[in-house]
């Protein structure tokens, strides 16, 4: 079987077609919304311009495919739950168009196997990083609805996305928010968050944050991200306050 720097475009397409539910007529915007920044980096000639260098990965396209998501599982959200409130259905929305939903279905597609990345990516296990297949992911919604229109990229979303929604009885409840509003309700200052450590490399790390209350104590959470170790810690202090 090819790998994923020598398959071509039309290819590429083809073999992704029922997983997407679209047969592309531009497979070149799949190819490159599967083109992470590594592999243009190493072919573009020295001093070329970051307006130009761009062009041919997914970064354009991600900032694109954010915008579509949301905007399809908004109006997913509102139609599903006519009975809530903003605040309610805006905790679902974060829930779902986040990075660890991104990458979740991006992993149901398999699209780590056909990532087009450099040596050095490769090499350092890029493939199952959850960033880089969150921002894969985005890349892939903008290449459709470019492609195919609104239509084509809603009926991507409404494949994959209602599973995630429908996993969620209750709107999920943000921790830090929680925290906030728990110290805020009692006349207490602030949660204070601090980074106590940072490890692993670069494009994995993993970070420790301590997150106290005046006068209620503290507690520590781990994540890949300071915001997941923040949660995680403003997780554990709620806990430890019985709520």
């Known amino acids: 079987m090819e790998s994923p720097a020598e398959i071509s475009a039309a290819c590429l397409a083809e073999r992704c077609a029922d997983r997407l539910g679209h047969r592309f007529s ?7 919304a599967l083109t992470h920044p590594s592999v243009t980096a190493e072919t573009q000639k ?10 041919g990965n997914y970064e354009r396209l991600e900032f694109l495919g954010d915008r579509v998501l949301g905007l399809v599982v908004a109006d997913i959200l509102f139609h599903t739950f ?25 992993r149901q597609l398999d699209l780590g196997s056909l990532l087009r990345l450099a040596k ?10 959850p960033a880089l297949l969150s921002n894969a992911c985005e890349a892939v919604i903008a290449a459709l609805y470019l492609d195919g229109g609104l239509d084509a990229a809603r ?19 943000d921790a830090k928010t929680g925290l906030q509003e728990w110290a ?24 420790t944050i301590r997150v106290s209350v005046a006068g209620q104590g503290s507690q520590e959470g781990r994540g890949a991200s300071k915001r997941a170790a923040e949660q995680a810690a403003a997780e554990r202090l709620l806990a430890k306050l019985g709520e």
């Open 26 to 32: 531009r497979p070149e915007l799949l190819l490159r």
């Open 46 to 55: 020295p001093g070329t311009p970051r307006s130009k260098a761009h062009k």
């Open 82 to 106: 006519p009975k809530e409130a903003e605040g309610p259905l805006a905790r679902r929305f974060a829930g779902v168009v986040c990075r660890d939903a991104l990458a979740e279905v991006a």
């Open 120 to 129: 050095a990516e490769e090499e350092a296990g890029e493939r199952e990083n």
């Open 155 to 173: 009926g991507f979303i409404e494949r994959y996305w209602p599973p995630l929604i429908a996993a969620e009885r209750k709107p999920p409840r």
């Open 184 to 207: 805020q309700g009692r006349g207490l200052p602030l949660p204070n968050y601090q980074e106590l450590d940072r490890q692993g490399p670069d494009h994995s790390p993993t970070f």
